[in-house]
C-alpha cells in the first residue's frame, strides 16, 4: 500500500498549474486527495507528478453568481456542510453532503476533485447532475464551462480537454416557496461506497401540485442518470405513489446497470427504482412541510 | 525532497521521498509510533491525526501536503510526560479499549469533537466515530468513554456543587 515515485509541485495559481500539468502527460492534479490517494497507493493511478492545488485560495469559495450558487474547485465539502448558502440556496446538495465517506475525509475532500474524479458512486457527481448544475474550468489560459451532462464521459472519466483545470461548479437555484428535496443511498457499511443512490428535489405549487422536479439516480451506471422520461411525466401530477412508482420505474426500464460482486444488475435496477421513487416522496414531504426558502 | 513539519507544536525539517504519506512521515521519520498503519487506504481511521485540530486520515495525505498546518497526534495531546489527557483517562477508566490498535485514532477524534461540541449527544459520538473500526468490536465502551471524558470537561473548574 504504497504509492509509486512521482514528483511534486504546489503552483501560485491556475495558469501555472495548468502549465505543470501540459508540460507532463502523466501529471495529475491533487486537491484533498481523498479519491486520488487511495488509488495510489492501490497503484491504481500512478501519475508522474502531482500537482497540488490545494492552496490556491481563489479556487475555495461559495457564493451567488448570476441567479446560481458557485462553488469554488477546491471547496472542502466539511465547508459545505456547514455553509448557509448551500442550506438555503441548493437544499438538495446539503441534504446529500453527510453521505459523502466520514468526517475525516470529507476534512480533506473537495467538491471539484470529487467531480473530476467521476467516480459513479460519489454523491457530488449525483446531485450535479440532478440539478444540471455547470463545470467551469481553465485551459490554455481562458475559462470555459460544460454542462453535467457533456462532463462525464465513460466509467471514471470526463470530458475535460487534456491540461485543464476545474475552477468551480455552479448549481441553479431554484425560486418557490414549496422546495423540498430526497436523498437516499444503500451500501454495506454507514458512508462506504453506494451500489446506488437517489436524489430528487421537488416545488411544489400551491395547490400542492409538482411544478417542477429533478431526478436523479448515482452508482447504477457508468455516470449518475437524470430521470428525465419520469421529471416529464410528474410535472403538473400530485406526486402520489403509484405514479411516481411507475414513472420511475418506466425510466429505469432500459437503463444497463452496473454489475459486480456486492450488487448485481438486476439488484442495481430494483434499488434504483426504489430509492428514486423514496427520495420523491421524502422531497414531497419536505415541501410540503418547507417555508419559504429563497426569496 | 526537503519538507517541514509542525507536529505536536515542535517544527521538524524531513528529507523525505514526496510519496512518503504523513503516516509515513510521522512513523518511520520522527518515531511517532501513535498513528498506527491499519488499511493505509482510508478506509479503517487507525492513522487519524489532528490537521489544525481537524481529525483526518494520515494515510490519505503525502507529507508535502501538510507542510504549514499544525498536527498533532496521539503523543501530542497528554499533558506531560507519563500523564493522560482527562479523554485517554476516560478510556482507562471505562476499559474503551481491547487491543488498543484503533486506540489513538478513537482519542483523537474524540479530541476533535468535544473541542467543538462539549455536549454531545450519543449520537453526535457514533457519528464521529463512524470513521473508525474497531476490529475488536468495544464500540461500546468507547461511546461510554467519551461520554464520560465530556461530562468531565464540562464539569473543570467549576465549582464541585454546580458539577453534575
Not at chain 1, 504504497?2 to 501529471?27: I, N, Q, T, W
Not at chain 1, 475525516?104 to 473537495?110: I, K, L, Q, Y
Request: hydrophobic share 45%; charged share 20%; proline share 4%.
Amino acid at each position: 500500500m504504497k504509492a509509486a515515485p512521482f514528483s511534486y509541485s504546489r503552483p501560485a495559481d491556475v495558469d501555472e498549474a495548468c502549465a505543470l500539468l501540459a508540460a507532463d502527460e502523466g501529471a495529475r492534479l491533487i486537491a484533498g486527495g481523498q479519491s486520488l490517494v487511495p488509488m495510489m497507493a492501490m497503484r491504481l493511478a500512478r501519475p508522474t507528478r502531482l500537482i497540488d492545488i490545494a492552496r490556491i485560495a481563489k479556487l475555495s469559495y461559495v457564493r451567488e453568481l448570476n441567479g446560481g450558487v458557485a462553488i469554488g474547485a477546491t471547496t472542502r465539502q466539511c465547508v459545505l456542510e456547514c455553509d448557509s448558502i448551500v442550506a438555503k440556496r441548493v437544499p438538495l446538495l446539503a441534504r446529500a453532503i453527510p453521505h459523502i465517506g466520514h468526517a475525516a475525509t470529507r476534512a480533506r475532500g473537495t467538491i471539484g476533485g470529487s467531480l473530476a474524479h467521476a467516480d459513479p458512486a460519489a454523491e457530488l457527481a449525483l446531485i450535479a447532475v440532478a440539478l444540471d448544475a455547470t463545470i467551469t474550468y481553465r485551459a490554455g489560459g481562458a475559462d470555459a464551462e460544460l454542462p453535467v451532462r457533456d462532463f462525464f464521459a465513460e466509467l471514471m472519466a470526463t470530458n475535460l480537454p487534456a491540461g485543464a483545470c476545474l475552477t468551480a461548479v455552479r448549481f441553479p437555484v431554484w425560486h418557490g416557496e414549496k422546495i423540498g428535496v430526497g436523498f437516499h443511498e444503500v451500501n454495506a457499511r454507514r458512508s462506504d461506497f453506494a451500489f446506488v443512490s437517489a436524489a430528487a428535489q421537488v416545488a411544489l405549487d400551491r395547490d400542492g401540485n409538482c411544478q417542477r422536479i429533478a431526478v436523479g439516480v448515482g452508482a447504477a451506471t457508468d455516470s449518475p442518470l437524470r430521470l428525465e422520461a419520469a421529471e416529464k411525466e410528474l410535472t403538473g401530477c400530485a406526486l402520489d405513489e403509484k405514479r411516481v412508482t411507475e414513472a420511475v420505474h418506466a425510466a429505469l426500464a432500459n437503463i444497463e446497470p452496473l454489475a459486480d460482486l456486492h450488487a448485481s444488475a438486476e439488484y442495481r435496477r430494483r434499488a434504483a427504482a426504489t430509492l428514486a421513487t423514496r427520495a420523491v416522496a421524502d422531497a414531497k414531504a419536505n415541501a410540503q412541510g418547507s417555508k419559504a426558502r429563497a426569496h | 525532497m526537503h519538507i517541514k513539519l509542525t507536529v505536536n507544536g515542535a517544527a521538524h525539517e524531513l528529507d523525505i521521498e514526496e510519496r512518503t504519506t504523513l503516516l509515513d512521515a510521522l512513523r518511520d521519520h520522527l518515531a511517532l509510533k501513535g498513528a498506527h498503519a491499519g488499511c493505509e487506504h482510508g478506509v479503517c481511521g487507525a492513522c487519524t491525526v489532528l490537521l489544525d485540530g481537524v481529525a483526518v486520515r494520515a494515510c490519505l495525505m503525502f507529507a508535502p501536503q501538510a507542510e504549514g498546518s499544525a498536527i498533532t497526534t496521539v503523543e501530542g495531546v497528554t499533558p506531560g510526560p507519563g500523564e493522560l489527557s482527562l479523554i485517554q483517562d476516560a478510556f482507562c477508566e471505562t476499559h474503551g479499549m481491547q487491543c488498543g490498535y484503533c486506540t489513538p485514532a478513537m482519542i483523537l477524534v474524540a479530541h476533535a469533537l468535544l473541542a467543538d461540541n462539549p455536549e454531545p449527544t450519543r449520537e453526535d459520538i457514533v457519528e464521529a466515530i463512524s470513521g473508525n473500526i474497531c476490529r475488536c468490536t468495544g464500540y461500546a465502551q468507547i461511546v461510554e468513554a467519551i461520554s464520560l471524558a465530556a461530562e468531565r470537561m464540562r464539569g473543570v473548574n467549576r465549582p464541585a456543587e454546580l458539577t453534575k
